[in-house]
């Protein structure tokens, strides 16, 4: 008999099994609740057709006090707090990392392979939290980014780096997913913008700290003591959280709301269940796909035969290939699909995620090298060019609150999108394209951010909010995973569009304009932002990186904005949801 077999001997009213057991099972009696444990009328049972994780987080919900769910969120604002200071950190010391590698122009492609793997593997983490629970995935998620910043502060090149930052992404973005999740999981529809919104707020105090805190590594330390330090302060901010989930789920399985049993398998069968549920050869092909068939994007500029190389058409044939028998695979032959089909065929989502996807493009086609492009062609100090660059940050999370508001009090998601946020992202990343020049001041640049941020901030809580009204509580997380991953190839596709253009921009405009002497250390110039800070301003070389970057960027921003064009439709297409009265989670939430 193991503390696994858990059966309750008193009928309490909404005990909902986790996992059938067997009846040859021998059972465990759970500890007699006291009057002040058990839920008043009022609460309501876990779903009985509900994954077992969903189950456990109902459960959770129930027997919870007011105060442990304020206290909760307060537990997650302080994680987000932590992990936005750390993207602040590490963000902007990247350039210098990768120069350090003499490896500056892969500043993009170190972050392909990563963002494929963070966005993909979104699914069978919402599998993962789905079955096994919320706490126990934000464990696994906090191990493999506690890894990755290990790695990266200990790290000697670029390829070790760029494996770490494999690990890193995919605990990041697990991290921040599962949030997420319990967000909604423990708030209703009315009220979800506005949660959404407040634990995002974190980013507008971090963007200012973060600069100079980056700024001060860089002078006085090391970016690896950065990496350190995070590698220690992440997970210890989890324990609270973690705490107050476990403890109101040890409450839950004594009253009896959660019940376990023995699944009866060998560990060889285990395996191999789970293997399927995780979907496995899914998983494989799709990442396996989307990296080589973007990577070529950002690497044929370094090949000597660019896009005529044959290691450039093997990767970009192989990988359409892959996605073409992963369609196949998860259609036909998958036991258990990697993708949930009978949810994307939703009009509403399809569109939400088309959304996603192409606002990244957008943001990540001007976005990357911007922190470079700040410091070499406005001679900004790092933390001032980590001010400006937060704009974004700071403003879409500001916004976000006062979406958040008219949507509480609207009820109305659509009208929202259509007619403020996309018109508005629209015509800041078109300015853009003339503003974002050497002989214009910074100030018009600023000026874009502010527009782009406030459209920003509305466009991601009404994509969330509609793709989240199209479904029920058990979808959720698989909901929030295909829109995860809809971003995550959005990011990926606009930061090779960027990589490529960079690389077969950047090299021939130094090789034309550098004066004679130092033509022969352009490669050198390319690769390191230190080497191109170094150069006087207003001296000739100085001048043709100048020149160089404006070539790059006016070509950068021109195909973000041609993207923009196509978000009317994917919002045109959403169902007009009135949320106002809509409810789709149980018990004590927001």
């Known amino acids: ?20 057991a067997s009846p040859s099972e021998k059972t465990e009696k759970v500890i007699t609740p006291t009057k002040e444990d058990i839920p008043s009328s009022d609460d309501e049972a876990p779903s009985e057709t509900a994954a077992k994780g969903v189950k456990k987080v109902e459960a959770i919900a129930i027997v919870w006090s007011k105060k442990e769910l304020y206290i909760a969120y307060a537990c997650v604002f302080m994680v987000y707090f932590v992990n936005s200071l750390q993207q602040q950190i590490t963000g902007n010391l990247l350039p210098y990392v990768m120069s350090d590698f003499a490896s500056h122009s892969l500043v993009p492609v170190t972050g392909i392979v990563s963002q494929i793997l963070g966005g993909v593997l979104k699914l069978p983490i919402a599998q993962l939290i789905n079955i096994w629970g919320r706490p126990q995935g934000l464990i ?32 990041y973005n697990g991290i921040g997913f599962i949030l997420d999740v319990f967000i909604a999981d423990t708030s209703n529809l009315r009220n979800r913008a506005m949660a959404f919104a407040l634990v995002s707020t974190p980013y507008i105090a971090t963007s200012f700290a973060g600069p100079k805190a980056a700024e001060s590594f860089h002078n006085n330390s090391s970016w690896r003591w950065a990496f350190g330090c995070f590698s220690i302060v992440t997970p210890c901010v989890e324990l609270p959280l973690l705490w107050i989930l476990f403890a109101n789920q040890r409450k839950a399985a004594r009253l009896g709301l959660i019940l376990k049993a023995k699944s009866g398998r060998t560990p060889r069968e285990s395996i191999w269940y789970y293997f399927i549920q995780f979907d496995v050869v899914g998983i494989i092909l799709i990442s396996a796909g989307f990296a080589l068939f973007l990577l070529p994007f950002s ?23 892959l996605l073409v028998v992963f369609g196949l695979y998860e259609k ?29 493009i957008s943001f990540y086609l001007w976005e990357s090298y911007y922190i470079s492009y700040l410091q070499v062609v406005h001679r900004l100090t790092i933390a001032t060019a980590g001010y400006v660059f937060n704009i974004f940050s700071i403003g879409s999370c500001f916004w976000a609150v006062v979406v958040a508001a008219a949507i509480r009090f609207t009820g109305r998601i659509k009208p929202l999108a259509l007619y403020f946020g996309a018109p508005l992202n629209l015509l800041g990343v078109g300015l853009m394209i003339h503003f974002r020049q050497p002989a214009h001041n910074i100030g018009y640049v600023i000026m874009c951010q502010i527009l782009i941020a406030f459209a920003g901030g509305t466009l991601v809580i009404c994509e969330q909010m509609a793709a989240m009204a199209s479904v029920n509580h058990s979808d959720v997380a698989a909901i929030l995973a295909v829109l995860g991953l809809a971003a995550s190839v959005g990011n990926a596709i606009g930061s090779s569009m960027a990589g490529a253009i960079w690389t077969n ?24 932002l230190k080497a191109q800070l170094e150069f006087e301003w207003g001296s000739e070389a100085r001048m043709a990186i100048v020149n160089a970057y404006a070539i790059a960027q006016e070509r950068m921003t021109i195909a973000a904005t041609s993207a923009l064009v196509l978000t009317f439709a994917c919002i045109i297409v959403w169902k007009d949801y009135k949320i106002k009265d809509m409810k789709n989670v149980k018990a004590r939430v927001f």
């Open 299 to 321: 690497l044929a500029g370094s090949q000597p035969d660019k896009w005529a190389a044959a290691s450039t058409i093997i990767m970009l044939v192989l990988g359409v290939v």
């Open 1 to 20: 008999m193991g503390g696994s077999d858990i059966e309750r001997t008193a009928p309490l009213p909404h005990a909902v099994d986790c996992e059938a």
């Open 505 to 528: 921009t950047v090299p021939a405009a130094l090789e034309a304009a550098l004066p004679e002497a130092e033509k022969v250390n352009a490669a050198e110039i390319y690769g390191s």
């Open 332 to 360: 036909y032959l998958s036991p258990h699909s990697f993708i949930p089909f009978h949810l994307v065929i939703d009009r509403t989502i399809i569109g939400a995620c088309g959304l996603s996807t192409i606002s990244f």
């Open 140 to 171: 696994v998620m906090t191990s493999l980014c506690t890894i990755g910043l290990i790695l990266m502060a200990v790290c000697n090149n670029v390829q070790t780096y760029a494996a770490a930052q494999c690990f890193y992404w995919v605990g």
